[in-house]
């Protein structure tokens, strides 16, 4: 279920009088998240999962076609992305308004704007219009529905009444706000998503050097993005799922892990709106989510990534089934800590020539974080950009290691020396922005000596 529904059926709960037993057709979990689970809505309330199949959430295996209750059972019907999935969907509202308790709400949703997909079997999509033909018994019914496009909603949502009843000004204007904010969310997002594809797509841009970037044309034309709902996003034949918190999940080849929440990822557009990034390295890739991220949104011609595990199976999968192995490559089994490794791969892969990007997402600690900057920030270009994810790491995590290893000082004194160097050497260190969850450091003009460049410590940090 998507947050948005959730929330929808969050305002429900807090504006409607939702009367017991409450009845959810379509409980089933099926991707057996918590989020799928709106029993914590009600709490205290009589509450009956009901689903044509058995499973998580189901207490009750009832047909929306034919519901085996007798009429005026409910006190109130929730049917939350259901209908797109039931083969004759006025049967089925029809059916709901007879078992719901004269006076009872029947709360529904439904996608628009989504991909075919089954549980088990997905025949319909519904329009504004469309819910309120199929409401066409209830009274009070009020219709809502947010996307990026008036005419191309994400979501439609309703509540209609048995009877009698009808929705406060209060419940009408929380749900204004909440179909304003998805959609400004939706455009904003899809705004930028365009705006770097047509950067990109305008032409052959020419590289500093003069010379033309020609692979970039042939990589843009086999890559598709776009955004499924405001937590994933669709890489060519691959749905990046985004994370709240540490909430993570297994990835699979299809759908993989990127871990970073919605405004994260909102950062990473405004950031890099425009950023000519031809030559990429990520350091701490999990699953490969942002590297594909990554590759789909900059089009680099090569993308190094340095992993610690030994295999990153879902990425592997994503760089060989598109023949790319040349331009996109992974280097597992490498410490971010092991800076001649990381020289390697800049001469094997780059064959030397200035990088424009290098992001750190790996240990979050400071003396492996440390070696990589000092590593790989020489080799940046200047106005090139040294990306350091989760800096407030340090006051997060815990100082000692699970088997009681001093995970030394916290990841912001690192941040804190870098801010230092700019302050002394701003031909070195152009620019430093702290940006939400990370720091962005520009690369000044000084030519470095990688062998040599070093951070002075800031001993008085903690
Ligand atoms: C936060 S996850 C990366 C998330 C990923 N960038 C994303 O946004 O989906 C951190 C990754 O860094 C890797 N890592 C941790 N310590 C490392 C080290 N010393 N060298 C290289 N990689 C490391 C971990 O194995 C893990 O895959």
Same mark, same amino acid.
């Given at each position: 279920?998507?947050?948005?529904?959730?929330?929808?059926?969050?305002?429900?709960?807090?504006?409607?009088?939702?009367?017991?037993?409450?009845?959810?057709?379509?409980?089933?979990?099926?991707?057996?998240?918590?989020?799928?689970?709106?029993?914590?809505?009600?709490?205290?309330?009589?509450?009956?999962?009901?689903?044509?199949?058995?499973?998580?959430?189901? %207490?009750?295996?009832?047909?929306?076609?034919?519901?085996?209750?007798? %009429?005026?059972?409910?006190?109130?019907?929730?049917?939350?992305?259901?209908?797109?999935?039931?083969?004759?969907?006025?049967?089925?509202?029809?059916?709901?308004?007879?078992?719901?308790?004269?006076?009872?709400?029947?709360?529904?949703?439904?996608?628009?704007?989504?991909?075919?997909?089954?549980?088990?079997?997905?025949?319909?999509?519904?329009?504004?219009?469309?819910?309120?033909?199929?409401?066409?018994?209830?009274?009070?019914?009020?219709?809502?529905?947010?996307?990026?496009?008036?005419?191309?909603?994400?979501?439609?949502?309703?509540?209609?009444?048995?009877?009698?009843?009808?929705?406060?000004?209060?419940?009408?204007?929380?749900?204004?706000?909440?179909?304003?904010?998805?959609?400004?969310?939706?455009?904003?997002?899809?705004?930028?998503?365009?705006?770097?594809?047509?950067?990109?797509?305008?032409?052959?841009?020419?590289?500093?050097?003069?010379?033309?970037?020609?692979?970039?044309?042939?990589?843009?034309?086999?890559?598709?993005?776009?955004?499924?709902? %405001?937590?994933?996003?669709?890489?060519?034949?691959?749905?990046?799922?985004?994370?709240?918190?540490?909430?993570?999940?297994?990835?699979?080849?299809?759908?993989?892990?990127?871990?970073?929440?919605?405004?994260?990822?909102?950062?990473?557009?405004?950031?890099?709106?425009?950023?000519?990034?031809?030559?990429?390295?990520?350091?701490?890739?999990?699953?490969?989510?942002?590297?594909?991220?990554?590759?789909?949104?900059?089009?680099?011609?090569?993308?190094?990534?340095?992993?610690?595990?030994?295999?990153?199976?879902?990425?592997?999968?994503?760089?060989?089934?598109?023949?790319?192995?040349?331009?996109?490559?992974?280097?597992?089994?490498?410490?971010?800590?092991?800076?001649?490794?990381?020289?390697?791969?800049?001469?094997?892969?780059?064959?030397?020539?200035?990088?424009?990007?290098?992001?750190?997402?790996?240990?979050?600690?400071?003396?492996?974080?440390?070696?990589?900057?000092?590593?790989?920030?020489?080799?940046?270009?200047?106005?090139?950009?040294?990306?350091?994810?989760?800096?407030?790491?340090?006051?997060?995590?815990?100082?000692?290691?699970?088997?009681?290893?001093?995970?030394?000082?916290?990841?912001?004194?690192?941040?804190?020396?870098?801010?230092?160097?700019?302050?002394?050497?701003?031909?070195?260190?152009?620019?430093?922005?702290?940006?939400?969850?990370?720091?962005?450091?520009?690369?000044?003009?000084?030519?470095?000596?990688?062998?040599?460049?070093?951070?002075?410590?800031?001993?008085?940090?903690?």
């Amino acid at each position: 279920m998507q947050k948005s529904i959730y929330d929808f059926i969050k305002i429900c709960a807090e504006e409607l009088v939702v009367s017991e037993p409450i009845y959810e057709f379509g409980s089933l979990q099926v991707m057996g998240k918590p989020e799928e689970n709106l029993r914590p809505l009600f709490p205290r309330k009589v509450y009956v999962g009901a689903d044509m199949r058995a499973g998580p959430g189901v %207490d009750i295996e009832l047909n929306l076609h034919a519901i085996e209750l007798p %009429d005026n059972t409910a006190g109130s019907i929730i049917c939350a992305d259901t209908l797109e999935h039931v083969e004759y969907p006025r049967k089925a509202v029809k059916e709901m308004f007879r078992v719901l308790k004269p006076g009872g709400v029947l709360i529904m949703t439904s996608l628009f704007k989504f991909p075919i997909h089954d549980y088990p079997n997905d025949f319909w999509r519904f329009t504004p219009e469309g819910f309120k033909s199929l409401m066409e018994d209830f009274v009070g019914v009020e219709v809502f529905s947010y996307g990026r496009l008036e005419h191309s909603p994400q979501c439609v949502v309703t509540v209609g009444y048995k009877g009698v009843g009808g929705s406060t000004t209060t419940f009408n204007a929380r749900c204004g706000k909440w179909s304003d904010w998805n959609t400004s969310v939706l455009r904003e997002l899809h705004r930028r998503m365009q705006e770097a594809e047509r950067v990109v797509g305008e032409g052959e841009r020419v590289k500093e050097d003069g010379s033309a970037s020609g692979k970039r044309l042939s990589t843009m034309s086999e890559s598709r993005m776009d955004w499924i709902d %405001d937590m994933s996003v669709r890489c060519d034949d691959v749905k990046l799922s985004l994370v709240q918190g540490l909430k993570v999940f297994p990835s699979t080849e299809d759908e993989i892990v990127l871990f970073k929440d919605p405004k994260f990822v909102d950062h990473y557009l405004n950031t890099l709106e425009g950023f000519r990034a031809d030559n990429v390295i990520e350091v701490g890739v999990w699953d490969g989510g942002s590297a594909i991220f990554f590759w789909n949104l900059l089009k680099p011609d090569r993308l190094s990534c340095v992993e610690l595990k030994k295999s990153v199976p879902p990425l592997e999968a994503y760089i060989s089934r598109r023949e790319v192995t040349d331009s996109f490559r992974l280097h597992t089994s490498t410490d971010q800590s092991d800076k001649q490794s990381l020289g390697k791969i800049v001469v094997d892969d780059f064959g030397g020539n200035p990088l424009d990007l290098i992001i750190d997402d790996a240990s979050h600690l400071y003396g492996p974080s440390k070696a990589t900057f000092e590593a790989l920030f020489p080799h940046l270009r200047p106005g090139g950009l040294f990306i350091l994810e989760d800096w407030k790491a340090g006051l997060i995590f815990p100082k000692l290691s699970k088997d009681g290893e001093d995970l030394g000082p916290p990841l912001h004194r690192l941040v804190h020396e870098i801010l230092q160097l700019s302050l002394l050497e701003h031909r070195v260190v152009a620019s430093i922005k702290c940006v939400h969850n990370f720091v962005v450091i520009e690369r000044g003009h000084q030519a470095l000596n990688p062998e040599e460049f070093k951070v002075p410590e800031h001993p008085e940090m903690v």
